[in-house]
């Protein structure tokens, strides 16, 4: 049993990494396993450019999607996510809001905007926050920091089977090239890009299956001196 930490020192596993290297079902069965919060920080990218287009903001405009994000109202239930009290989870999954979300990841003060909320996720006894930029800007301190990886091909399969699963069409080679264009955008953007934190253990999940990811990320934070 691991000594209780002091609040200040709340853990935090930070999972990285680019888009369908399946971090959220990981994030998600790590924190179940441990009785952590879980924060998906994609989640807020994607209510950002859901309300964004509601509110026909141009994606370019990044000091008026800032506005927009110091008023949106947002919150999480039961794994469930709301935007102004109504459950958007099932809409926020499509392609296109997550390559508007991609999109409006670009501009620094929308970043900036949004970090108060994600370090607000940091509540006892611990959290697993999943992202791009988890290990690197938004929990510096983190207790482990993981980026994961996965081959091309392996990751269109994910996301291919996820969307299907969710009632959308999808297509693998579209999916394919959406997936390349998202992780250069992701990669070569000046604010935050992702890119594994100095001090994370990478893992690539292509020949693994989501327990043996978990299990290996559970043996690393285990393996983390109190
Ligand atoms: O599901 P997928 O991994 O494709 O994306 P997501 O985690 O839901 O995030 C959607 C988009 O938000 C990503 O393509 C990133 O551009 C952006 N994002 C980010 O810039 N920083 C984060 N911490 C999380 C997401």
Redesign the pocket.
């Known amino acids: 049993m691991k000594p209780t930490r002091p609040f200040h020192q709340t853990p935090v596993i930070t999972i990285?990494?680019?888009?369908?290297?399946g971090?959220?079902t990981v994030a998600a069965s790590v924190a179940a396993t441990l009785g952590f919060h879980l924060l998906?920080?994609?989640?807020?990218?994607?209510l950002t450019?859901l309300a964004s287009a509601r509110y026909n903001i141009e994606p370019e405009d990044g000091d008026a999607l800032a506005e927009l994000v110091a008023e949106l109202h947002i919150t999480f239930r039961e794994g469930c996510a709301q935007l102004d009290g109504v459950d958007v989870s099932t809409e926020?999954?499509a392609e296109e809001i997550?390559?508007r979300?991609?999109?409006?990841?670009?501009h620094g003060q929308v970043?900036t905007a949004?970090i108060a909320r994600?370090r607000a996720f940091r509540k006892p006894p611990g959290l697993v926050a999943?992202?791009?930029?988890?290990g690197t800007v938004?929990f510096p301190d983190a207790t482990l920091k993981v980026f994961l990886t996965a081959s091309d091909e392996a990751r269109a399969a994910r996301?291919h089977k996820q969307l299907i699963q969710k009632g959308f069409s999808a297509n693998m080679e579209d999916l394919l090239r959406d997936?390349r264009e998202?992780d250069a955008?992701?990669s070569n953007?000046a604010a935050?890009p992702?890119k594994p934190a100095v001090d994370a253990k990478t893992l690539d999940t292509s020949g693994l299956s989501i327990d043996q990811a978990v299990d290996q990320i559970i043996g690393w934070f285990n393996a983390v001196p109190a």
């Open positions: 990285d990494g680019p888009t369908a290297s971090k959220g998906d920080s994609g989640a807020l990218y994607r450019a926020i999954r997550g390559n979300a991609s999109a409006i990841a670009v970043r949004l994600q999943d992202g791009r930029d988890m938004i996301r997936l998202r955008r992701d953007r935050a992702l």
